[in-house]
């Protein structure tokens, strides 16, 4: 089964599967995460890039890499979907007006990734102070 047929809650699961297997510490992963879905500023993520080892940065890469990879294939498969709920062919549209929708759909995976590490931090801020919130 390719990548492309995987649910998007599939992928998210690989990709907690990918960080797991990347034996990086927690705060660690988060700033790859932020980084690979946009939420980290370039410089500050290429400092503390930086100052890893180049042993633990090769994981880093593999674990990035593959991550982006992930979201572009199902930015990729919603985008024919959507060409294809509105009767027409991926191919009868132009590169720029492919490019617009296949921009759209990448923009809102990584919006809806944005909203679940925001929900994730919450959960573990406030289950530390001790409250239990079911968000």
């Known amino acids: 089964m390719a990548i492309r047929d995987l649910s998007f809650s599939t992928l998210k699961g690989m990709a907690k599967g990918?960080?797991?297997?990347a034996q990086l510490p927690a705060k660690d992963m988060a700033l790859v995460v932020r980084n690979t879905?946009?939420?980290l500023d370039k410089e500050s993520f290429k400092t503390w890039y930086e100052s890893l080892d180049v042993k633990k940065r090769s994981?880093?890469?593999k674990?990035?890499?593959r991550l982006d990879q992930m979201i572009k294939d199902k930015a990729r498969q919603r985008t024919d979907a959507r060409i294809?709920?509105?009767g027409r062919l991926p191919n009868e549209l132009s590169a720029e007006q492919y490019e617009v929708i296949y921009r759209e759909e990448l923009d809102e995976i990584k919006n809806s990734l944005?909203?679940?590490?925001?929900?994730g931090a919450l959960g573990v801020a406030l289950a530390s102070l001790g409250i239990n919130l079911w968000i």
């Not at 990918?18 to 297997?21: E, F, Q, T």
């Not at 944005?114 to 929900?119: N, T």
């Open 84 to 86: 294809a709920t509105a």
């Open 18 to 21: 990918l960080v797991r297997k």
């Open 59 to 61: 994981r880093i890469d």
């Open 63 to 65: 674990v990035t890499d």
């Open 114 to 119: 944005k909203l679940g590490v925001l929900q």
């Open 37 to 39: 879905i946009g939420d």
